[in-house]
């Protein structure tokens, strides 16, 4: 079925306030969710908000903290999330370290005991307008094999980067670690379809197509080797910064049972972007655009474009959404008008 986005956008809002969400931080966790709709990326969209409130219901997740945070140096801020909000949480801390960004030349904000963030472009699309380079990075529960391995031990441990472009959007990439996020394999199985050969291992590590049966199992690394490099070096570096547990201690980001003990951690960089710089790559990006297609109907983008066009498409024309977690949400609303007095 089709939806709009401010219908999507009203149904959600209406839903986290509900359950004690302050309207500012219903409307925020709202847009994420249906930003990532809009993106293409249902994976990371509503299907996780019957979850979320779920966690909210059973005091797993606080609506209305914005967490607590410490500077430990003049770059370093050290957040205690307080149970709160993913994207509450971590626009609070961003904002608080913007300007001593801009003071000392970077700031690095580590959340820990915060609900899951949703798609990272969102934060780093942030700090671009503010004229910054961010770099996002998370961790998750144990969803990654090990090259070569059978068994979940890493997260997808995904990571985003923006740069500000000159009198165009940022350049934006924002991308797991792994072959495919366990998000999109929650999406699968809910709509019946079949995985990709290579995506996944079942829960006796031999390969497997049946999204159910890879919920159990594990991921691959993309890239094989280098893929799996670069997930366990982030695995090691938002553990250090964090001071969160590896992947097979962290919980919470696909349950509705257990605290979200993962980590997350901003790099805002003030490198003195300014508009000849940003001209510079602006220019630089369009001549990738420009390049020589393998294929002439097919010409070369940049990351972030496809994203870009969809969204564009989906505010104009809306977006699909599986009609049984559209009647999903719909019941969760009459639930709540039920439980009225």
Same mark, same amino acid.
């Given at each position: ?21 302050? *309207? ?8 994420? %969710? ?5 993106? =293409? ?14 966690? +909210? ?5 606080? *609506? ?18 307080? &149970? ?17 960004? &801009? ?9 820990? $005991?915060? $609900? ?12 671009? !307008? ?18 070569? =391995?059978? &068994?979940?031990?890493? =997260? ?13 959007a940022p350049f934006v990439v ?44 594990? %991921? ?14 982030? !695995? %090691?570096? +938002? ?42 790559f602006a220019a630089y990006l ?12 097919? *010409?070369?983008?940049? *990351? ?11 505010? %104009? ?7 049984a977690l559209h009647r999903q ?13």
């Amino acid at each position: 079925m089709k939806i709009t986005e401010a219908e999507a956008t009203a149904l959600a809002t209406g839903l986290l306030c509900d359950r004690g969400a302050p *309207p500012a931080h219903a409307v925020l966790q709202a847009k994420v %969710l249906v930003d990532a709709e809009m993106k =293409g990326h249902p994976s990371h969209g509503l299907q996780r908000l019957p979850r979320l409130i779920r966690r +909210i219901e059973k005091g797993l997740a606080d *609506p209305a903290t914005t967490g607590s945070g410490q500077w430990q140096s003049s770059s370093f801020f050290s957040v205690d999330g307080a &149970r709160g909000l993913g994207p509450v949480v971590a626009d609070h801390a961003i904002a608080t370290a913007i300007p001593r960004a &801009r003071e000392t030349g970077i700031a690095i904000a580590a959340i820990h $005991n915060a $609900n899951h963030l949703g798609m990272l472009a969102h934060y780093v699309e942030g700090i671009a !307008e503010a004229g910054l380079i961010g770099i996002a990075l998370s961790s998750s529960e144990a969803l990654v094999h090990p090259f070569g =391995g059978t &068994r979940a031990l890493l =997260g997808t441990n995904p990571v985003a980067m923006s740069i500000p472009v000159e009198g165009a959007a940022p350049f934006v990439v924002d991308l797991a670690t792994s072959i495919v996020s366990m998000g999109k394999v929650h999406h699968y199985a809910a709509t019946g379809a079949a995985l990709e050969p290579g995506w996944a291992k079942d829960e006796s590590g031999q390969p497997t197509i049946d999204a159910g049966l890879a919920r159990a199992g594990s %991921l691959a690394p993309f890239g094989g080797a280098k893929g799996y490099a670069l997930g366990l070096s982030f !695995e %090691l570096l +938002i553990a250090a910064i964090a001071g969160t547990p590896f992947a097979p201690g962290i919980s919470g980001t696909l349950d509705a049972e257990h605290p979200c003990n993962k980590g997350d951690v901003f790099i805002i960089i003030n490198a003195g972007t300014d508009r000849q710089n940003a001209s510079r790559f602006a220019a630089y990006l369009d001549a990738i655009r420009h390049s020589a297609p393998e294929q002439p109907a097919a *010409p070369v983008r940049v *990351p972030g474009d496809g994203a870009r066009d969809r969204m564009t498409a989906a505010r %104009l024309q809306g977006f699909t959404l599986d009609p049984a977690l559209h009647r999903q949400l719909l019941s969760l609303s009459t639930q709540t008008a039920q439980a009225q007095p």
